[in-house]
């Protein structure tokens, strides 16, 4: 009973930012509890070949090209996969980006506005568009990929930008929450610590860095892609069916010092 409730047979998900990195381990997540997976991202050949390497293992996916701050974008993935498919079962919102060390007071508008746009308007939109389908629908499941940095201010890096935007992400799902729950659409977000991605691997470089991010860390470590992957999959599931407007750390322990 209680492991058949992870299960995702027969639904269709959209994970936006899934070519890499998180966004690909939590697509991999949902093909493996058998959901049938509509990856999107903004890099067309990064995204081919994630879609080839999980279709290879016969998972049943698909790819759509989508920057989340293209308003007119976001309504064509969205009516291209309901004309496929015919609802939306599943939307993870995992598309973001960060642009660091920008002190606040010689921050541009450009630099403030680039994150903005794709953390927090990006999710908005994508919520609307699946969510108004959703609703129809009559139920769905909506998971964002939030931050410990809504919740904290990173150090040693200035990124206030960033910050502010997972804090809106964070306290949109709560709102979105609200405002569906009646009508069968729960909103929940995961708020990861630092991840070991590509990206990040120079911290390993970095004294300084080290020392706030890892030995900040009650864990001592960063965390896993399949460590977000599987929080969200949870959040995804009928597991978690009395859960919305939830803001899930997976931090490691960072948030407790």
């Given at each position: 009973?209680?492991?058949?409730?992870?299960?995702?047979?027969?639904?269709?998900?959209?994970?936006?930012?899934?070519?890499?990195?998180?966004?690909?381990?939590?697509?991999?997540?949902?093909?493996?509890?058998?959901?049938?997976?509509?990856?999107?991202?903004?890099?067309?050949?990064?995204?081919?070949?994630?879609?080839?390497?999980?279709?290879?293992?016969?998972?049943?996916?698909?790819?759509?090209?989508?920057?989340?701050?293209?308003?007119?974008?976001?309504?064509?993935?969205?009516?291209?996969?309901?004309?496929?498919?015919?609802?939306?079962?599943?939307?993870?919102?995992?598309?973001?980006?960060?642009?660091?060390?920008?002190?606040?007071?010689?921050?541009?508008?450009?630099?403030?506005?680039?994150?903005?746009?794709?953390?927090?308007?990006?999710?908005?939109?994508?919520?609307?568009?699946?969510?108004?389908?959703?609703?129809?629908?009559?139920?769905?499941s909506i998971v964002n990929v939030g931050s410990m940095s809504g919740f904290i201010v990173n150090r040693p890096q200035e990124q206030a930008n960033y910050n502010a935007s997972k804090a809106g992400v964070h306290h949109l799902t709560r709102s979105l929450a609200a405002e569906w729950g009646a009508r069968g659409v729960r909103v929940n977000a995961v708020a990861p610590t630092y991840i070991d991605?590509?990206?990040?691997?120079?911290?390993?470089?970095?004294?300084?860095?080290?020392?706030?991010?890892?030995?900040?860390?009650?864990?001592?470590?960063?965390?896993?892609?399949?460590?977000?992957?599987?929080?969200?999959?949870?959040?995804?599931?009928?597991?978690?069916?009395?859960?919305?407007?939830?803001?899930?750390?997976?931090?490691?322990?960072?948030?407790?010092?």
């Amino acid at each position: 009973m209680y492991l058949d409730k992870f299960r995702l047979d027969g639904k269709l998900a959209v994970v936006t930012g899934a070519a890499r990195g998180i966004g690909y381990a939590i697509a991999d997540a949902l093909t493996q509890a058998g959901a049938r997976v509509v990856l999107t991202d903004m890099d067309q050949g990064a995204l081919d070949e994630a879609v080839s390497k999980l279709a290879a293992t016969g998972a049943q996916v698909e790819g759509e090209r989508l920057d989340v701050t293209d308003v007119a974008a976001v309504q064509r993935v969205h009516d291209a996969v309901i004309a496929r498919h015919g609802r939306v079962d599943v939307l993870v919102n995992n598309a973001g980006i960060a642009i660091s060390n920008h002190p606040a007071e010689t921050m541009t508008d450009e630099v403030w506005g680039r994150v903005i746009d794709v953390n927090l308007n990006g999710v908005f939109r994508c919520c609307r568009a699946f969510g108004k389908s959703m609703l129809a629908h009559g139920g769905g499941s909506i998971v964002n990929v939030g931050s410990m940095s809504g919740f904290i201010v990173n150090r040693p890096q200035e990124q206030a930008n960033y910050n502010a935007s997972k804090a809106g992400v964070h306290h949109l799902t709560r709102s979105l929450a609200a405002e569906w729950g009646a009508r069968g659409v729960r909103v929940n977000a995961v708020a990861p610590t630092y991840i070991d991605t590509e990206m990040n691997k120079y911290v390993y470089e970095d004294e300084e860095m080290y020392r706030h991010w890892v030995g900040g860390t009650p864990m001592n470590r960063l965390g896993r892609v399949d460590e977000v992957a599987s929080v969200v999959l949870f959040l995804a599931s009928e597991a978690a069916s009395l859960m919305t407007g939830s803001i899930v750390l997976a931090d490691g322990g960072y948030v407790c010092w």
